[in-house]
Every structure is written in structure tokens, then in C-alpha cells.
T-cell receptor
Framework: GESVGLHLPTLSVQEGDNSIINCAYS??????FIWYKQESGKGPQFIID?????DKRQGQRVTVLLNKTVKHLSLQIAATQPGDSAVYFC???????????????FGQGTILTVHP | ETGVTQTPRHLVMGMTNKKSLKCEQH?????MYWYKQSAKKPLELMFV???????ENNSVPSRFSPECPNSSHLFLHLHTLQPEDSALYLC???????????FGSGTRLTVV
């Protein structure tokens, strides 16, 4: 069935390094993708999103790359900080018309640990 | 605080107990969701409500019973649960099924 998955379940980096978290998706009809961050004891929080008509989008210290050819999504975090330690999820959905979207399908999650 | 509040934060219940989880959103959203988050599994959608009407039941066992009395409140009634139901239960809301889901902090449920 349709799924969104992650290549690496855990990632450990040193403070100041750049981090790259990967995600593979299988539903080629998906046209909207989101990265969420979930800190311990909290619910997922929106980080950044990208639509299928783009291949790159930048935020503050984060960049999302979308490769539709191989159905791959990545989240790059620049100058990773200890506060970035969390579980990161990718999610996919499809626009159902106007501002309406289908339900989000989430990936398994990657645990990012940043060492001081 | 994200605008979506879940209570209680932690709950331990026996398999014969009946309990309820509560979710409240102050964002003016009209869609609300229950998700289950188990260790090493993706977030699993359980129920979707739009304008208080249930629009999706994702093959959830009947021991989980949702209730949405208005667009700001969502409950998950629990009875005769199994130990494998232990998980983090997350509530989320959005406007018109938009992408902007706002999640609560969840209720950590342990069934003993």
C-alpha cells in the first residue's frame, strides 16, 4: 500500500555540523509534503513544507529538497544545535481541491541526537 | 502551548476500566483528528471529524469510541482495552482539512 518511510531511524551529529534526514515516499500522486519535529513529551510541530511544483524550499536553518523522479524527500538542518535533538517525521498528502487536502500519511521518524 | 490541549497527559488504566481522553482546541478550526503513536511505528490516523461529523474511522476497534460534541472539543472514550493499546494518543486540528495540522502534546496511555 501507500507508505512514507525513512532510510535511517537514528542520526547522531556534533553541534555545529549540518544534518540531513531522508524520506522515501511511494505515492506518486502526492503533491504536498511536510516535515514535522517532535520533541520529547510534545506533539509534532510543523517545520517546513514543499509542494510538488518545487524542488527546493528554504527556511531558517532548514532546507527541504524534493526529488520527484526517485520519490525522495530530505530535510537539511544547518549548524545543528542541541535543541534540534528530536524525532523528525516526513508526511505526504494530496490536494483535494481548493484548500482541502487528503489525510496526512506519516513516515516512521528519524531520531536526531546532537552532541555538544 | 500550541492551541490544542489534551488531558490527561498520562493515564494508567486496567483492562476492565473505562476512561476518556479529552482534546480542546482554541484555534477556530473545524476539523479534528485522533492519532495513535506507538514505538517504532508511523503515526496512525484513527478518526477524523469535520464540523462535528465523523468523516473517517480508520478500522479502529470498537473499544475506542470517539465523540465530538462541537468543533472545539473531541473525546476518545476507552473501555476494555488491551496492553497493546498502550501508546501516545495525539489530537490534532486543522481548518478545512488544510495542511496546517496543529497537534496537542498527547496523552501517554498505559494499559495494565
Amino acid at each position: 500500500g501507500e507508505s512514507v518511510g525513512l532510510h535511517l531511524p537514528t542520526l547522531s551529529v556534533q553541534e555545529g555540523d549540518n544534518s540531513i534526514i531522508n524520506c522515501a515516499y511511494s505515492n506518486s500522486a502526492s503533491d504536498y509534503f511536510i516535515w514535522y519535529k517532535q520533541e520529547s513529551g510534545k506533539g509534532p510541530q510543523f517545520i517546513i513544507d514543499i509542494r510538488s511544483n518545487m524542488d527546493k524550499r528554504q527556511g531558517q536553518r532548514v532546507t527541504v529538497l524534493l526529488n520527484k523522479t526517485v520519490k525522495h524527500l530530505s530535510l537539511q538542518i544547518a549548524a545543528t544545535q542541541p535543541g534540534d535533538s528530536a524525532v523528525y517525521f516526513c508526511a505526504e498528502t494530496k490536494n483535494a481541491g481548493g484548500t482541502s487536502y487528503g489525510k496526512l500519511t506519516f513516515g516512521q521518524g528519524t531520531i536526531l541526537t546532537v552532541h555538544p | 502551548e500550541t492551541g490544542v490541549t489534551q488531558t490527561p497527559r498520562h493515564l494508567v488504566m486496567g483492562m476492565t476500566n473505562k476512561k476518556s481522553l479529552k482534546c480542546e482546541q482554541h484555534l477556530g478550526h473545524n476539523a479534528m483528528y485522533w492519532y495513535k503513536q506507538s514505538a517504532k511505528k508511523p503515526l496512525e490516523l484513527m478518526f477524523v471529524y469535520n464540523f462535528k461529523e465523523q468523516t473517517e474511522n480508520n478500522s479502529v476497534p470498537s473499544r475506542f469510541s470517539p465523540e465530538c460534541p462541537n468543533s472545539s472539543h473531541l473525546f476518545l472514550h476507552l473501555h476494555t482495552l488491551q496492553p497493546e493499546d498502550s501508546a501516545l494518543y495525539l489530537c490534532a486540528s486543522s481548518q478545512d482539512f488544510s495542511y496546517g495540522y496543529t497537534f496537542g502534546s498527547g496523552t501517554r496511555l498505559t494499559v495494565v
